[in-house]
């Protein structure tokens, strides 16, 4: 059995803890070289040939810093190691012609380690970080595999690659000038009228590159990204800060390029748009930060049920104790619980901009979803409901205390994660705190690490901690799972669900992941209208109801995987979509 140990070095402070590790390990104590002193960075050097594995130093470790893990049998060699006691890949996705092949698996697991190689930006070496190997070894290590040729190609510069990076809001730190410009000269493939009238970029064609919402920057950027003219195409996160309909579109632009013959390849943890989007997934598994493994590649569906099961047959691995459950909700009857609060029919408006909510009761410990487009009104009716926002008429019954997590996260604190917990977080240090905030959001490994340089998915889970710590009658949540893995997506709604009965509140979660809305909503409202000039809210309703007023609207209707549940998009036109349009089915049969 093949041992690694990995050392976190943001972690391990030995001016503070005096190399416990050292002391404590048996093999130190034998007078061997198992742990070691850096003499450069001054920590740790864990030697895998000699360590036995008893995880001596793990528990001494007071800042969690070293892992011990015991790799499954049957890998075979990596395709990559950073380091001496770092992060390990193993196995690489299949890409070829033709296809898009999706990405799933958790943060830290190797996904953008994948697409920096893939990309040329990083060349593997094989596991031997001390002597790197050169191409011609790297390609002999790919025989036999579509990988060779794409190697062969990558080594000699015949390989042109475009990407769409996952962290869309520093684009206008490096991108100046109005939108069809940066446009016009991306488009080497002809496409930009396809392009533009499939993201429906339109309205925004004249608009300054720095002065995009999150959603347009996204639309902005896949749409360039898809211009080029290139033989691979990768695509990380295409589809944060997205609605359900411009996800879909941009599944209509990505598949444009498999149409065309390019190779193309997605990161995506909305399961339905990756559904979508791909031809073929590989899953990602093993331990975030230590090691991650690419599976066999599989057909989307099987891999996708594969991945919610938490089991792959042929590999023989479980990497989730249980399935993801899917239950279809018997509808809610109407008059059921307390009631948090109710209103009458309200309006609102703004210069330009007018908000109509039909009447409405919130229920206690219910979890309400809203969807619809972005600027539509949701953040304006959680205001009106929190009393900050008066409406121009109608009546909320009760004020209520409300705590709201923003779409768009701030990361400008100047300090520690514990420094910003102590100053924002209700109950910071209780053992409730611990058992119901921190243990599930891991707030713990995050606690040395600076806001600023906190990762999208890191951030957000601060933020939905430090609002779910609050006290409140009423949690608002715009767009949670942004940058969340399909686990953190699980894990949060999990923990929202706990605290909101436990405190005897509510909550409104607004979000565009069918799958996470599915998984989440005791009932749901459907924003509806013009975005930035009128919108329409119905009142909370159950959520089949709901979501076939939705996606009447957008002209999408989904299915249930008969294995596992899980709402599938049906194609345009196929038979399914025709026949649930005209009975009006639009979710699931
Ligand atoms: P994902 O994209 O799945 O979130 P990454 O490929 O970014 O994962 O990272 C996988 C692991 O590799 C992480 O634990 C990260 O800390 C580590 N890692 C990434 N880049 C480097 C690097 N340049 N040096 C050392 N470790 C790295
Ligand atoms: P959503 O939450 O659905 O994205 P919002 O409620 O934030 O939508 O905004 C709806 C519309 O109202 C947008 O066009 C927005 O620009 C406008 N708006 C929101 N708040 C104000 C305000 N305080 N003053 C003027 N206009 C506003
Ligand atoms: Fe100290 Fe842990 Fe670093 Fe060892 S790994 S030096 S115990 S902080
Ligand atoms: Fe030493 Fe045991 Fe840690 Fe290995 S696991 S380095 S043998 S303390």
Redesign the pocket.
């Given at each position: 059995m093949t041992r690694i140990?990995i050392l976190d070095h943001d972690r391990c402070q030995p001016k503070k803890c005096n190399y416990l590790?050292i002391e404590?390990?048996?093999?130190?104590r034998m007078g061997e070289d198992?742990?070691i002193i850096n003499e450069k960075t001054k920590k740790p050097i864990?030697s895998e040939e000699l360590?036995?594995?008893?995880?001596?130093?793990?528990n001494r470790c007071p800042f969690n810093a070293?892992s011990?893990i015991n790799l499954p049998e049957a890998l075979e060699d990596p395709v990559h190691r950073y380091g001496e006691n770092m992060f390990e890949l193993f196995g690489l996705p299949v890409i070829s012609q033709g296809d898009v092949v999706g990405l799933i698996g958790p943060n830290g697991i190797g996904k953008s380690t994948i697409s920096r190689i893939l990309s040329g930006e990083l060349k593997p070496n094989l596991g031997d970080y001390e002597n790197p190997p050169g191409w011609d070894e790297i390609i002999n290590f790919f025989r036999g595999s579509q990988l060779q040729e794409y190697f062969k190609k990558l080594s000699t510069g015949k390989l042109k690659t475009v990407h769409k990076p996952q962290l869309i809001d520093l684009i206008p730190e490096y991108v100046e000038g109005r939108v069809d410009e940066l446009l016009t000269r991306a488009d080497e493939r002809g496409k930009l009228d396809f392009v533009i009238e499939t993201l429906e970029l339109e309205p925004i064609l004249k608009r300054d590159i720095k002065k995009l919402s999150g959603g347009e920057l996204q639309s902005i950027a896949i749409a360039a990204a898809a211009l080029r003219d290139a033989d691979f195409y990768y695509f990380d996160e295409p589809t944060s800060w997205l609605d359900v309909k411009q996800r879909l579109n941009v599944v209509k632009v990505i598949r444009s390029l498999q149409e065309d013959g390019k190779a193309v390849m997605v990161i995506e943890h909305d399961l339905a748009a990756l559904d979508a989007l791909s031809d073929y997934v590989h899953v990602l598994y093993g331990k975030p930060g230590a090691y991650g493994v690419v599976s066999k590649r599989r057909g989307v569906r099987v891999g996708i049920n594969a991945y919610i099961k938490g089991f792959l047959r042929e590999e023989n691995v479980r990497f989730r104790k249980s399935e993801i459950q899917f239950k279809i909700k018997p509808p809610t009857p109407e008059e059921e619980g307390e009631t948090l609060t109710e209103y009458s029919n309200l309006t609102k408006s703004y210069n330009g901009f007018q908000l109509n909510v039909e009447e409405g009761k919130i229920y206690l410990k219910e979890i309400v979803t809203a969807f619809g487009p972005n600027g539509i009104g949701k953040t304006t009716f959680a205001k009106i409901l929190a009393g900050v926002e008066k409406p121009d008429k109608g009546k909320v019954k009760k004020k209520l205390k409300v705590a709201y997590k923003p779409q768009y996260l701030k990361s400008d604190f100047k300090g520690t994660v514990r420094e910003f917990l102590h100053l924002k977080a209700q109950g910071y240090g209780t053992k409730i705190f611990k058992s119901e905030i921190a243990r599930p959001f891991s707030l713990e490994e995050l606690e040395d690490k600076r806001v600023e340089e906190l990762s999208g998915g890191e951030l957000q889970r601060l933020a939905i901690a430090t609002t779910l710590s609050m006290d409140a009658d009423l949690y608002v949540f715009d767009e949670p799972t942004a940058f969340l893995d399909v686990e953190q997506r699980l894990m949060a709604a999990k923990a929202m669900r706990k605290i909101i009965e436990n405190k005897d509140s509510s909550a409104i979660i607004i979000d565009h992941d069918i799958i996470f809305l599915d998984y989440i909503s005791d009932r749901a409202m459907v924003f509806h209208g013009t975005p930035s000039i009128e919108g329409y809210a119905t009142s909370p309703t159950e959520l089949r109801k709901a979501m076939n007023s939705f996606l009447s609207q957008v002209g999408i209707t989904f299915r249930r995987d008969k294995e596992t549940r899980r709402p599938r998009v049906n194609k345009l036109n196929s038979f399914l979509d025709r026949k649930q349009k005209e009975i009006g089915e639009y979710y699931y049969l």
């Open positions: 140990a590790c404590y390990c048996p093999g130190v198992t742990i864990i360590c036995s594995g008893c995880g001596i130093c793990t070293i011990i």
